[in-house]
Structures are given as structure tokens and as C-alpha cells.
């Protein structure tokens, strides 16, 4: 199990990828080592043990109003709130055996409390972006950062880095710890890494590494007691790996962002697709792809397994799902009045659904029951964090390799002992003889402070206790003023003893004159002693650059000499790049990706300032930058019956920034559905096309809609880089074009008798050319002959039959009941129109004798 881990989840779990890189197979997985990592800017003395307290009460997050709220779950009221961040900032907390951790995702800051106290313990810069997340196991904590690609072990209290960081150059699709400790590490390459930390040797080791198939930047995995599951977007697979029970399946409904627990039950595993509305449950028996957008669901967030019960919280809508493993309703969906994107939250054996910028929670029980706790009010106190009461102690690190961690073996850290407290006239300097006057420093030394000595040695080279220029003929061994000069002087005087060897000293600490003088002998009876001259700040040495990914560069360097209170990396030929503490050794620094470029690095301690020479030259590379000039455009073409809206977009080649594009990823979205094309690093254009069918030809084809936009992203080896967009607006359907005119229709007719009122039928028999039965516009009918005028009526075009009413009325003698009738079809596109042939024929009937009546 994860020690007594109490894991607050306040948001989903960060995401959102910005490298997306395709590694190389050949590169091996690399590790920096750093002694610091940059962005450690308060450490506050503390210890470095982690509290081991739990303070039963729950913190909550809340994102509106940029601060974080302790519950009292007994009593079911908040406590306390504390101002951490700015209205709206993404916040994300995460709370371990005493101490609370606060991610700021919008301003890029960590900051540890120590819930005993509730003081800030700790503090350091991250990335920005809701690409950091934090890891626990024990008494161990690891920072994890998906853009950096990296994961470091930190100190729990101060936050402060430990060891060696284990990076990835092929790029972090996912990190997880399982209840063992063992950290999974999945590369956007499907690289799985089966990693364990040794806090003897303070770095990773790989215990093993396995290629998933068809892993890709968007998978993420979820751990178990053991081992871990992957879930691919790229190409919807689920794979276990690292337990009792490993497999593999597909799920084709995993597609674009996912959301996922930290850890999960083997037996019962959730994630979320977003992007598709859907959950994927994996049980034992099956994996079961559950489409919550047909419940009101359609933007899925972080899942969580609780009691053998999946709760889903649906964003945007306000409430939560509760799923059973095989992807059913298992109880009334849970509303969260006020909140549209409730967040959920495990606590001490609960699970909490907090809704941020409201002022109450719902707790969900072991048996399901609900109860509502208050998480805010108008009366609630309101804090601003403060440090640690032992924050102006600067953290120093001891010289047994800048540990904190070596049970205090060094007595003096690697300063000047001599600067640690003053000297007292007459008085050993305590940081020297420490306590004895017998030599503490290493037998091999030259016992006369040898100027080629280690400066950050923290051994006395004088035996005795006695101040670097003090006479051994001095019985008192005291200057004649204040505080020993650091670098070696006795007193204000260049170099000189006391003018007297035994006098009393004098009473006025700032006098020269003793109080007893004596009168000046004609030659001294000490002899003076010259001084030694303090050691100029030396340059660093062995200067070496490494380019990682994205433009980051790893500059390394030694220093000896007096110590650096701080050194500085700058560019050859360009700016400081970055300032780092003196205990420093290595720095990270970021170049415009694609450049080749050298550094010095400046030792600094007060005004003086010793510059390096340059570094070798590297050249950096990153994630390509956005096409060029996009452009989308629009156009229709087909029949009219099958008619297709064809998109073409076309781009310049996007920056490569020191790697080859391999690829393009073109995106278009329009109403009637979005399409993606993968295209070659060498290509410059990509079509689109949308069709329908109308069998009627009669209506036009509604179901295109012409408009769209366009997305593109260019990826080379070390990932994607941003998109360039445009957009397309369609032309007016165009009209279908006219059918041949002047051709004849009508191949036969019948004509039923006629009745003496001059009622009846006749049945044309129609054969159009293929111009009209392909024609996708109006086609119509104008019959003539009918006693009331013409007629008019509408068909298919391509009809083979048509009944044409007849109304003669009565006819009276002398006519002879023979009646003329004609029919003529006209095609129209809405622009235009065509006639057919014209087409006749005589019907007969009995006439009315003259004068009779009408029977």
C-alpha cells in the first residue's frame, strides 16, 4: 500500500501534451544527474525528514476564488481557507502524512505545508501548463514534469531535489507508482519503464523495459497493487503490464485526450475519452466502452473506483454518474447544485464531491448514502500563507557532497568557517580548532595552509586554533581589533600583530591606543608577520554543454577556490541565461530550439566576478514550430444527386528547428463532421471531401454544410509543435446544370373513354433523355386543351409515366367531339429553365344534340 498516504486529488490529473515525440529506438534512456534542481528558491532550514502526522481534516480546492479550504469532516464545516493563488488560478492539491502540497498550474509555483504548523516548509518554481504532478510511496515524493520529460525525487518537507533526475528523450506520455514503489514510466515512443529508486544511491534503476504496442503521446496508465494499465488514444488499445493477469485488448472508442485515476483496483479500472463521450471499464471478464454522452454526459471527467462503484463527473452539466463494472447505472445520478465541473476527491476512506466556487460538498459513504458537508461561508477566515519562523537561516550544504542528509558529518558547510561568527580578541577562532588544539585536518595536508588546499575544505590547516598570521610567539594570539579579515589578515592593519606582544588589550573595542601603553621600544619586540593575501575568486573550469529536447541545455562545471555565493550561465556572444546558488553545479537553460550555441558560466561572490571560458558547442533541437501560410478553401462538385463539398488546404513548410518534420497532422471540422489526414513531412496539401446522395433529385442536398476550419500541426522526431489554423467559407451550392432541350418525351398514350360531360384520363408513357433523368433540379408538366386553360404539375424527372386529367365538358352539334391536347416539360435549376418537345394528341366523345338539355 502507499504508506498512509491520503491523496487529494483537487483536479483531474494534468494531461495535456505538449512534446508528443516520436524517439528513436536507438536512444537510451538518459539520467542527469543535478545537485540542485533550478527552480529551488526556498528551503527554510527545515528538516528534511517528512512529517509523519495526520491531521484528519480534508483540504479542498477552489479554483474561483484562488484559495484552498480546510473541512472538518466530523462537524461538517470548513476551518480555515488559505490564499494561494490569484481568482481563477488551476489549482491542485495533494496531501501525504502531514504535509500539503499546492500546485499552482497557472503561475508555475510548489509550495509544501506542514499541516502541523500550517506553514509553507517549502517552495519551487515548476512548469506552467498543468504538466507537473507529484507521486508518493512511503516516505518518498517524486515530481513529475510531462514537458521536461522528467521525474525527480524531492524532499517532502522543502521540496528541495535529491539525487540523480531520471529523464526520457524520447518524451513522458504517463508516470505512475503502484503500491510496491515500482514508478512506471511510459514514453510517448510505448516505451514502459519498470523503474525503483534507491535512497542509498539517491537515483533510479531500470528494472525493466518492454514496447507496447501501438502506445503513443496521448496513452496514459493507471497502477495497481501491483503493475499498471495502459490506455492508448492513438490507436484505442488497452495493455497490461507488470502483474499477476497481463493482456492486451482493443478498445476503439478510446480516441483524443484522456482522463484517468492515479491508481485503480486491477479487478476494476476506469478512464474517460472526453473527446468521445465515453467511459472504458476494465474488469476481469471484458473491457466494456460505455457511451455516457446518451445520459447527459458528453464531456466525461476524471473517473474514480470507490466501494466497486465507477463515479464519473460529467463536465459542463453538474452532476455525477455512479457505473457498475459492467457499464450500467448503479444508483441515481448525483447532482452538484451551482458547480458545472464538480471534482472528485478520496479522503480518508471517503469520497468527496467537491464543487468549486460553491459552498457546500456531498460525501459519498461507504454504502452510498450521501451526506452534504459546508466547504465555504462568508464567515470563514481567510489566511495568507507565511514561512517557516527558521526562514532567514540560509540553506548551506554540507561539503560531504552537498547532501542534507549525512547525520550532520560536517560541521562547517562549504563556506569560509571564519564567517560563520565573529572573532573574539584574544579568543580561538572556534571554526577553526573546533574545540581542540590539535590539527582536525587530513594527516596528508601540509600543516602551513597551503594555497593549492581545497578552499571548501572545512579543515583547519593550522594547529593549535590558531588564526591564519597570528605569531606563535603571541601568548594572547589576539588582533587588536575586530572580526578576523576572511581572507586571512588579522586585523585592520595590513597584516601586522598587536604593537604589543603581552599588553593589555584595549577596553574600547574600536581604540587603538591600550589603556596600560607602554612606551614604544626602538624596535619591536614582536616580530610582524606578513599578511596572507586573500585568494582571488577563481573561474569555473571544464565547462560542458548537453542539448536535450525542446531547446533545453544542460550546462556542467567545477569550481575550486574561494566559494561562489552564486554563479551565473550566459551565452557566448549573447546574455545571462540563468543564476543559480553557489552550491551549484549544473544549471538548465533554454536556447531557441534549432541553434547552435556555446556558454560560460560566472562565478559571483559580492562585486567580484570570475568568468569561465566558453563551453563546447551544441545545437539544439525541439518540436517544429507552425506551418506557414495556411490557406483553406472550398468548392463544390458532383451530379446534384451525389453532390460533394471538396475542401483543399495547402500550407508552407513548417520550421524544423534542428530535426526533419516527418509528418503533418491536418484537422477540419465543419457541422456536418470532422476529418483528419496524416500527411508526409514533404507533402504541402491535403483534400477533404463531404457527400450525400438524394435519390429524389427533386430537393437539394441540405445535409452538406460548406463551412469549415482547419487545424494543422507539424512533427518531427522530438515532437508536435504548434498548430495554424484557418477557416473556409463555401460558396452558394451551385445550380445543377440543364438538361439537353427541344427533345421529345413522350413515347405513347392512352386515353380512356371520354364521357359525354368530358371527364377522363390520359396515360402518357414517358422515356426523357438521360440529361433529364439525371437532372437534379425541378422538373414540371403544362398541359393544354382543357375547357379552363392550362394546367401545370410537377414529376420526377425521370418518369416513365404520367395520367393527365381531361375536362372537356359538354360538346353540342354541329362540333364533332374530336378535342386537341398538348403537354410540354420544362427542367429548372432556380437560374434557368428548358422545354421538352412538345407532345399532342385528340380525344373523342359524344356530343349534345343542338338545342338539347343537358342530361
Aim: proline share 9%.
Amino acid at each position: 500500500m502507499i504508506g498512509s498516504l491520503r491523496r487529494l486529488v483537487a483536479f483531474a490529473r494534468r494531461r495535456g501534451r505538449r512534446h508528443n515525440t516520436k524517439g528513436s529506438a536507438e536512444i537510451a534512456v538518459v539520467v542527469v544527474s543535478f545537485s540542485l534542481v533550478a527552480g529551488v528558491f526556498v528551503g527554510n532550514g527545515i528538516s528534511s525528514t517528512g512529517v509523519n502526522v495526520a491531521d484528519g481534516l480534508t483540504w479542498l480546492s477552489d479554483d474561483p476564488s484562488g484559495r484552498v479550504i480546510q473541512v472538518n469532516p466530523s462537524t461538517g464545516r470548513p476551518e480555515l481557507a488559505l490564499k494561494v493563488g490569484a481568482p481563477g488560478d488551476d489549482l491542485e492539491i495533494v496531501q501525504y502524512d502531514g504535509q500539503l502540497y499546492v500546485l499552482n498550474h497557472t503561475t508555475g509555483q510548489l509550495m509544501a505545508f506542514d499541516l502541523t504548523s500550517i506553514l509553507i516548509s517549502g517552495q519551487r518554481s515548476i512548469t506552467q501548463g498543468g504538466v507537473v504532478h507529484t507521486l508518493h510511496h512511503g516516505d518518498q515524493l517524486f515530481l513529475v514534469d510531462d514537458k521536461a520529460s522528467t521525474i525527480a525525487a524531492i524532499d517532502p518537507v522543502s521540496t528541495e531535489a535529491i539525487g540523480t533526475i531520471w529523464a526520457s528523450p524520447a518524451g513522458l506520455a504517463d508516470v505512475g507508482i503502484d503500491d510496491a514503489g515500482t514508478v512506471w514510466a511510459l514514453e510517448d515512443d510505448g516505451t514502459l519503464h519498470e523503474l525503483t529508486w534507491s535512497p542509498e544511491q539517491q537515483e533510479f534503476t531500470t528494472r525493466s523495459s518492454e514496447a507496447i504496442d501501438q502506445s503513443g503521446p496521448q496513452s496514459v496508465l493507471v497502477t495497481h497493487a501491483l503493475g499498471a494499465t495502459v490506455f492508448g488514444a492513438d490507436h484505442g488499445i488497452v495493455v497490461r503490464a507488470g502483474t499477476d493477469a497481463d493482456f492486451s485488448a482493443d478498445a476503439p472508442r478510446l480516441s483524443g485526450r484522456l482522463v484517468a485515476p492515479e491508481s485503480a483496483p486491477e479487478d476494476l479500472v476506469p478512464v474517460s475519452a472526453p473527446d468521445t463521450g465515453t467511459v472504458v471499464i476494465v474488469t476481469p471478464e471484458k473491457v466494456n466502452e460505455v457511451n455516457v454522452a446518451e445520459v447527459d454526459c458528453a464531456k466525461p471527467g476524471t473517473p474514480e473506483e470507490y466501494e466497486s462503484v465507477v463515479y464519473v463527473p460529467c463536465q459542463g452539466v453538474g452532476k455525477v454518474l455512479r457505473l457498475r463494472a459492467d457499464g450500467k447505472r448503479a444508483g441515481e445520478d448525483i447532482p452538484t447544485p451551482g458547480a458545472q465541473t464538480p471534482e472528485l476527491v478520496r479522503d480518508d476512506g471517503r469520497l468527496i464531491i467537491n464543487a468549486p466556487g460553491t459552498t457546500h460538498a456531498t460525501v459519498v459513504n461507504p454504502d452510498g448514502s450521501l451526506d452534504t458537508i459546508q466547504r465555504d461561508d462568508d464567515q470563514l477566515p481567510i489566511e495568507t500563507p507565511s514561512k517557516t519562523a527558521n526562514d532567514t537561516a540560509p540553506f548551506v550544504p554540507d561539503d560531504n557532497g552537498g547532501s542534507r542528509n549525512d547525520d550532520g558529518r560536517d560541521k562547517c558547510p562549504v563556506v569560509d568557517c571564519t564567517a560563520l561568527q565573529p572573532q573574539v580578541p584574544g579568543a580561538k577562532n572556534p571554526n577553526q580548532g573546533r574545540g581542540e588544539d590539535k590539527p582536525t585536518d587530513d594527516p596528508s595536508d601540509d600543516p602551513s595552509d597551503d594555497p593549492s588546499d581545497d578552499p571548501s575544505d572545512d579543515r583547519s590547516d593550522h594547529p593549535g586554533g590558531k588564526p591564519t598570521g597570528v605569531p606563535t610567539g603571541d601568548p594572547t594570539g589576539g588582533p587588536t581589533g575586530g572580526p578576523r579579515d576572511p581572507g586571512g589578515s588579522t586585523g585592520p592593519g595590513e597584516g601586522t600583530s598587536s604593537p604589543t606582544d603581552a599588553g593589555t588589550l584595549p577596553t574600547d573595542p574600536t581604540s587603538t591606543t591600550p589603556t596600560n601603553p607602554t612606551p614604544p621600544p626602538t624596535t619591536p619586540t614582536t616580530p610582524t608577520t606578513p599578511t596572507t593575501p586573500a585568494e582571488p575568486l577563481q573561474a569555473p573550469t571544464g565547462v560542458s554543454a548537453v542539448a536535450g529536447a525542446d531547446g533545453r541545455v544542460t550546462v556542467s562545471w567545477s569550481h575550486g577556490g574561494p566559494t561562489a555565493t552564486s554563479f551565473v550561465v550566459s551565452l557566448v556572444g549573447g546574455g545571462d541565461l540563468t543564476t543559480v546558488d553557489g552550491s551549484s553545479r549544473q544549471a538548465m537553460v533554454t536556447i531557441a530550439a534549432g541553434s547552435s550555441a556555446s556558454f560560460t558560466v560566472s562565478a559571483v561572490s559580492g562585486s567580484d566576478r570570475a568568468r569561465s571560458a566558453a563551453s563546447n558547442t551544441v545545437s539544439t533541437t525541439g518540436a517544429p514550430g507552425a506551418p506557414a501560410n495556411v490557406t483553406a478553401t472550398g468548392e463544390w462538385r458532383g451530379n446534384w444527386k451525389i453532390e460533394r463539398y471538396v475542401g483543399t488546404v495547402t500550407w508552407d513548410a513548417a520550421p524544423d528547428n534542428g530535426s526533419p518534420v516527418t509528418g503533418y497532422t491536418v484537422s477540419v471540422s465543419s457541422p456536418d463532421g470532422d476529418q483528419v489526414r496524416n500527411v508526409a513531412g514533404d507533402v504541402r496539401s491535403a483534400s477533404f471531401t463531404w457527400s450525400c446522395y438524394n435519390p429524389d433529385g427533386g430537393a437539394e442536398c441540405g445535409g452538406i454544410v460548406g463551412d469549415f476550419s482547419v487545424r494543422i500541426t507539424a512533427t518531427n522526431a522530438i515532437g508536435t509543435g504548434p498548430a495554424a489554423t484557418d477557416a473556409a467559407n463555401a460558396p452558394p451550392l451551385p445550380p445543377p446544370p440543364l438538361p439537353a432541350g427541344g427533345q421529345q418525351h413522350v413515347t405513347a398514350e392512352k386515353t380512356d373513354p371520354i364521357w359525354v360531360e368530358g371527364f377522363g384520363d390520359t396515360v402518357l408513357t414517358l422515356n426523357p433523355p438521360d440529361s433529364w433523368k439525371t437532372f437534379g433540379g425541378t422538373c414540371t408538366w403544362t398541359h393544354s386543351g382543357n375547357r379552363n386553360g392550362d394546367r401545370s404539375g410537377t414529376l420526377p424527372c425521370d418518369a416513365t409515366t404520367l395520367t393527365v386529367p381531361i375536362d372537356n365538358g359538354y360538346i353540342w352539334q354541329p362540333n364533332s367531339g374530336n378535342v386537341g391536347h398538348s403537354i410540354t416539360f420544362t427542367a429548372s435549376n432556380g437560374s434557368g429553365t428548358v422545354d421538352s418537345a412538345r407532345y399532342t394528341w385528340t380525344t373523342r366523345q359524344d356530343t349534345l344534340c343542338e338545342g338539347c338539355q343537358v342530361p
